[in-house]
């Protein structure tokens, strides 16, 4: 079993739809972060977490730290949207951030 | 502003062959610099980091190994490829304290 665990794998959506996108994890972390990586391979962080919620544009991060759970919604989504969002562990200590990474969730969204 | 620069983008290397990627940091002093591979179909995993000069750890055994020569330059190499080190290689850096990491382009190595 995974220590980072995502669902789905995949997930095709309209244009305008509301997604959501899950992460489980089993390890004790000091931060979540999720992560987009386009088509051509870059990736970009886009949050970074300890808990509660945080809110960037159309996208909104959640955590719940008892539940060992995470969530990436995003709203009124757009063909621009599509890529892989992968949520990782991050384990603070004296090498910086050891990050555990899900298998990611390739997300489409159609016009 | 900080840039993370990774080069070659692409790469095809024979079987057998030795490997050398760079990557290098501006705009920020002492970062964590970190290693990523990403097999086809798989996800990431973390090859090497490095918390300053010429201090590097592994997370899995390889046929990889990586130097970092000065502060802000993090080179992964390798004397003989195998097939299995195939993939898309990703650098990283991290400033001090519990920052996010922000990756580069990456590199696509193919061996042949």
């Known amino acids: 079993k995974n220590e980072v665990e995502q669902s789905p794998q995949n997930l095709t959506a309209q244009e305008g739809e509301f997604i959501t996108i899950n992460c489980s994890y089993s390890?004790?972390?000091?931060?979540l972060h999720w992560l987009q990586q386009h088509p051509g391979g870059g990736i970009v962080s886009l949050f970074m977490?300890?808990?509660g919620k945080k809110k960037h544009g159309r996208l909104i991060a959640t955590i719940n730290i008892q539940e060992k759970h995470s969530s990436l919604h995003i709203t009124a989504s757009h063909p621009r949207d599509s890529a892989v969002y992968i949520c990782?562990?991050?384990?603070?200590?004296?090498?910086?951030?050891?990050?555990?990474f899900g298998g990611g969730t390739r997300l489409m969204v159609k016009p | 502003s900080q840039t993370i620069h990774q080069w070659p983008a692409t790469l095809v290397q024979p079987v057998g062959s030795p490997l050398s990627l760079e990557c290098t940091v501006e705009?920020?002093?002492?970062?964590?610099l970190y290693w990523y591979r990403q097999a086809a179909g798989r996800g990431l995993q973390l090859l090497f980091y490095?918390?300053?000069?010429?201090?590097i750890s592994s997370e899995v055994p390889q046929n990889l190994s990586a130097s970092r020569p000065q502060d802000r330059q993090f080179i992964l190499s390798s004397k003989k490829l195998l097939l299995s080190d195939s993939g898309f290689y990703l650098c990283?850096?991290?400033?001090?304290?519990?920052?996010?990491?922000?990756f580069g382009d990456g590199t696509r190595l193919s061996i042949l």
């Open positions: 990283a850096w991290e400033g001090q304290g519990n920052q996010p990491q922000h």
């Open positions: 390890v004790g972390i000091s931060a």
């Open positions: 977490l300890s808990s």
């Open positions: 990782a562990g991050g384990i603070a200590g004296n090498a910086g951030n050891m990050l555990t």
């Open positions: 705009g920020t002093s002492n970062p964590n």
């Open positions: 490095s918390v300053g000069i010429g201090q």
